[in-house]
């Protein structure tokens, strides 16, 4: 489109036109339009800067030109008003798909102007390469990443809590996410509840989940408020934390009471509404940050449906990316931060390094030779990635083997001693921590029973003590030089993105407890949580060598019965990495149904309550004791063999590992019979194959082992594509 005609701004024009400028919207964008053709440029360079259509910049331009400054006023379009809600307007553009996140597309579906929508989307720094968005305050934020940090609601204000964190120096904003609709929009029709307003429709079906509370119902508002400063502070202490009042009245002790507390008080964008800034900049946090899960909203959801004054504080944020956590003890060092990924300090380089490491831990010991061929590699390539490892301690080269031609081949392996990682299994009775070495071997030991404190703290304590002693039988070299980093398993289900356990049976004291926030105050270090049949698969395979390089269903046996499953080479998780809740499944495969439809909760799938209690008629308490009734044992043996058949139908493999602290002893040949007889009696495709049942090479610590060696598996496993 060529340039629009244009005349330069009259005397006294320019003084007017940059009033305007800095004046509201709409008249500011067009003045702006004006000023930057005043000094020479083009339409397609003015568009560009300003974020608008050349369309948009051509119009105004040739308004000016026949009208002046008065022509900026803009005409009245039926339909289409030209100011929106810009809250609707971020959290319309973040829900959008990709190719739909236009201005026009924006506007459309909004019904209204896409210039407002652009300017909207300009205030929020939305669509911005050089920092991340944005929501424009009174006084304004300074740069960094915002996080919804809680919500204060009573029948005076209602105040929303952020915790702002400094920019990381090198890291780009990056892509957001899409944002779970339907969390955000339960959150948004249970505030609109709250406000009174029924402007919103409530979900069909919400999900509920105890609502966490700060203050007394009947305290005094600047009491109450003081109390959700105080908790806020103590669960975000290190955050820079920022208090937006919504609603009500700006109170006299309000101030005081934000400057006593740290944090800076602030005041809503003009063009958002009470509803829709909460709705967007949780949209906003759900989109740049995992660890905000559809469960933190439905959380939030939860306490704003519940009984009145709301009092909700978000569990601790993750440390930062290379932040060391506050209180860590001990001289431990991490070169990444904290996370699902997995450390990685020996910084392999390629994905074909990965697999030089992982064919020779398979092996154990293996010429250079053997590598090429198994991997297929050149001579070269293995040589030189051989070197590299060596060089930097990872792998060890043996005395060479005599041959009857050519020069002696040289074996190479693992050099065990190059990491070590620190495990621990949480279990409702006894706690477990273990040290292993890249071999899997273990190092050190501690065991100890579970303290009967109800307290959260107590029990976390309790944990990173343990933690600590083992690394304390250590030495220096292995802390400073070797150390990978902590592994912490719980009963399913977990959130393992946020690092917090959900509901773990007989357990209930931690029950929605960030624990890997809560151990990041005591170790600097990477931290994974996972659920212990999944950590006791991965341990499995790390150990098991060749004999486990191939997929396998791992049956754990437990506080409860679940399944880890290694498929294709790599550990299956599944969405929200609680796969393998195998309960449930032999439930359904026994047709074994509660009145309300749910699958019963097996008895049988209980080892450490149903057989112990039917054999000796009291609730025992070691792990792994063997009952005096083995029918007994056969009973819930069976039923875990009706699970397991389903298992094998449906995935189709070949081996099926049983361990856990219950296969112990004259039970476990009971569970290696049944199950087996199941997995081989009554599959469909029983014809066409023969499933191994075997016990696991690690029995006792499985758990605790698998949570050390799940370390080593996400550094060292060759796979293209890492888990979210």
Not at 55 to 77: D, F, K, M, S
Request: charge should be positive; proline fraction near 9%.
């Amino acid at each position: 489109m060529p340039d629009a005609p244009s005349r330069p701004p009259a005397e006294g024009e320019l003084d007017v036109l940059r009033r305007l400028a800095a004046g509201p919207e709409p008249r500011a964008l067009r003045a702006s339009i004006v000023l930057q053709a005043a000094l020479g440029r083009h339409n397609s360079e003015i568009a560009r800067r300003l974020g608008v259509s050349r369309q948009t910049v051509a119009t105004w331009r040739q308004r000016y030109a026949a009208e002046g400054p008065a022509g900026l006023a803009g005409r009245p379009q039926s339909g289409r008003p030209g100011v929106v809600d810009e809250g609707d307007v971020v959290t319309e553009t973040l829900l959008a798909p990709p190719d739909q996140r236009s201005s026009r597309s924006v506007g459309r579906r909004l019904g209204c102007s896409h210039t407002a929508v652009a300017a909207a989307r300009r205030r929020w720094n939305l669509g911005q390469e050089d920092r991340g968005p944005m929501p424009p305050l009174i006084p304004a934020l300074a740069e960094g990443e915002v996080w919804v940090a809680g919500v204060h609601h009573d029948a005076h204000r209602t105040l929303v809590l952020l915790a702002l964190r400094p920019p990381v120096p090198g890291q780009s904003a990056g892509p957001t996410v899409k944002p779970p609709a339907d969390a955000l929009a339960a959150v948004a029709a249970a505030f609109a509840r709250a406000l009174g307003s029924s402007d919103h429709a409530a979900p069909a079906e919400a999900v509920r989940t105890p609502p966490r509370r700060t203050g007394r119902p009947g305290a005094e508002p600047e009491h109450a408020v003081s109390v959700f400063l105080a908790t806020a502070r103590r669960f975000h202490p290190r955050a820079v934390l920022h208090m937006v009042v919504l609603r009500g009245p700006a109170a006299p002790g309000l101030d005081e009471l934000c400057e006593r507390a740290r944090v800076t008080l602030h005041q809503p964008p003009e063009r958002t509404g009470t509803v829709s800034f909460l709705r967007a900049v949780l949209a906003l946090d759900a989109s740049r940050h995992p660890s905000s899960s559809a469960r933190v909203l439905l959380d939030l959801a939860a306490d704003l449906d519940g009984p009145a004054p709301v009092r909700w504080i978000r569990e601790p944020l993750p440390a930062a990316p290379g932040e060391s956590p506050p209180g860590a003890a001990g001289p431990l060092r991490a070169t990444e931060p904290a996370g699902s990924g997995g450390a990685n300090h020996i910084d392999l380089g390629s994905f074909n390094e990965c697999v030089v490491i992982e064919t020779v831990r398979l092996a154990g010991s293996i010429t250079r030779g053997e590598i090429a061929d198994r991997t297929r590699l050149t001579q070269q390539s293995v040589s030189r990635i051989a070197r590299s490892l060596l060089d930097r301690g990872l792998l060890v080269e043996e005395r060479r083997q005599h041959s009857t031609v050519g020069k002696p081949r040289g074996l190479v392996r693992l050099r065990d001693d190059a990491a070590h990682a620190l495990g621990i299994h949480i279990d409702p009775e006894v706690l477990t921590a273990v040290l292993v070495d890249l071999s899997g071997r273990i190092v050190a030991r501690c065991v100890e029973k579970i303290t009967p404190e109800p307290r959260p703290g107590a029990v976390v304590a309790q944990i990173a003590a343990l933690g600590e002693a083992v690394l304390a039988k250590t030495g220096r070299a292995v802390r400073e030089n070797s150390f990978f980093g902590l592994g912490v398993v719980v009963p399913g289900p977990v959130d393992t993105v946020s690092g917090t356990v959900l509901d773990p049976p007989l357990m209930g004291v931690l029950k929605d407890v960030p624990l890997r926030s809560l151990l990041e105050q005591r170790f600097s270090c990477p931290i994974l949580v996972e659920k212990d049949s999944t950590a006791a698969a991965v341990g499995e395979r790390w150990i098991g060598r060749e004999s486990r390089a191939h997929d396998f269903v791992y049956l754990y046996l437990g506080t409860g019965v679940g399944a880890g499953l290694i498929l294709n080479g790599d550990i299956y998780r599944g969405l929200t990495a609680n796969a393998g809740e195998f309960g449930q499944l032999c439930a359904v495969t026994l047709g074994r149904v509660e009145p309300a439809g749910r699958p019963e909760v097996l008895p049988e799938c209980n080892p450490a309550r149903h057989i112990l209690t039917r054999a000796d008629g009291h609730r025992a308490g070691a792990a792994g004791q063997v009952p005096k009734d083995p029918p007994t044992v056969r009973e819930a043996a069976q039923a875990i063999g009706r699970g397991a058949l389903a298992l094998i139908d449906l995935l189709d493999v070949g081996l099926v590992v049983v361990g856990g602290p219950f296969c112990t002893g004259p039970a476990a040949e009971i569970y290696l019979t049944e199950i087996e007889r199941a997995v081989n009696d009554f599959p469909t495709a029983r014809r066409l194959r023969r499933v191994h049942v075997e016990r696991s090479v690690s029995i006792h610590e499985a758990a605790a082992v698998g949570a050390a060696s799940t370390l080593f598996h996400a550094a060292f496993t060759p796979r293209l594509r890492r888990h979210p």
